[in-house]
């Protein structure tokens, strides 16, 4: 499913680098979302946007920040890159779905190692 | 601290057998709990929802089974097939203006031939 975006799909980078993940989505959806996934620990939520001039901390926001462009896109930056924050991150976005409750949509994922 | 229980963390099912997934919760708050389904390669996916005024509902071979009381649910996946293998997230999420989703930690779900 194109409607969620993700680039770069995989990045190699080195400690201390400043990294930036870009989300865009078509759906036309307000919120999105920056979930990062580890194994074993499942999706845990770093940033949240329910509008282009909102911004939320989510459970584990330390080490990084997010812009919201536009409605359309949504990005995530890692400030100094440390090893320990190589995982699998994903973006998503939501509307209201089955049982008029929050459906998130998510993207293919970007996998950044960092070295 | 873990809001969403999630067990067992793998599970090894052979074709055209049960699949089983269990999740537990603590905030009574919580109103709704959706299942996710992750393929290797792919972002996870809505699969099925519900809310705690029903016990139960099913779509195709896949059934939520929700006890209010225990606060637990789970899923059930019928005649498993390998098509099925996927890694599964329970979540919960409470209404209001903040609808944040709590995942579980997730169950890999291996359906051999």
């Known amino acids: 499913d194109a409607d969620v975006t993700q680039t770069p799909r995989n990045r190699i980078t080195k400690t201390g680098k400043r990294i930036m993940l870009e989300c865009s989505q078509t759906?036309?959806?307000?919120?999105m979302y920056w979930y990062r996934q580890d194994p074993g620990l499942g999706l845990r939520l770093i940033y949240y946007?329910?509008?282009?001039?909102?911004?939320n901390k989510g459970e584990i926001s330390d080490g990084y920040s997010v812009s919201r462009q536009a409605q359309a896109k949504f990005s995530l930056s890692l400030e100094s890159a440390i090893p320990n924050q190589t995982a699998l991150y994903f973006c998503a976005t939501s509307d209201l779905g089955t049982l008029q409750r929050d459906t998130q949509y998510f993207g293919p994922g970007t996998r950044l190692t960092v070295l | 601290q873990q809001q969403v229980k999630q067990s067992p963390q793998s599970l090894i099912v052979q074709k055209g057998g049960i699949s089983i997934i269990n999740c537990a919760y603590e905030?009574?708050?919580?109103?709704?709990f959706p299942w996710y389904q992750q393929f290797p390669g792919k972002g996870p996916a809505l699969l099925i929802a519900?809310?705690?005024?029903?016990s139960e509902k099913k779509e195709g071979r896949f059934t939520i089974s929700f006890n209010k009381s225990a606060k637990q649910f789970s899923l059930h996946i019928m005649d498993s097939q390998p098509g099925d293998s996927a890694t599964y997230f329970c979540a919960a999420s409470t209404q209001g203006g903040s609808e944040k989703l709590v995942f579980g930690k997730g169950t890999k779900l291996t359906v051999n031939p």
């Open positions: 905030n009574t708050a919580f109103d709704y």
């Open positions: 759906k036309g959806h307000d919120r």
């Open positions: 946007s329910f509008d282009v001039k909102d911004i």
């Open positions: 519900i809310r705690p005024d029903v």
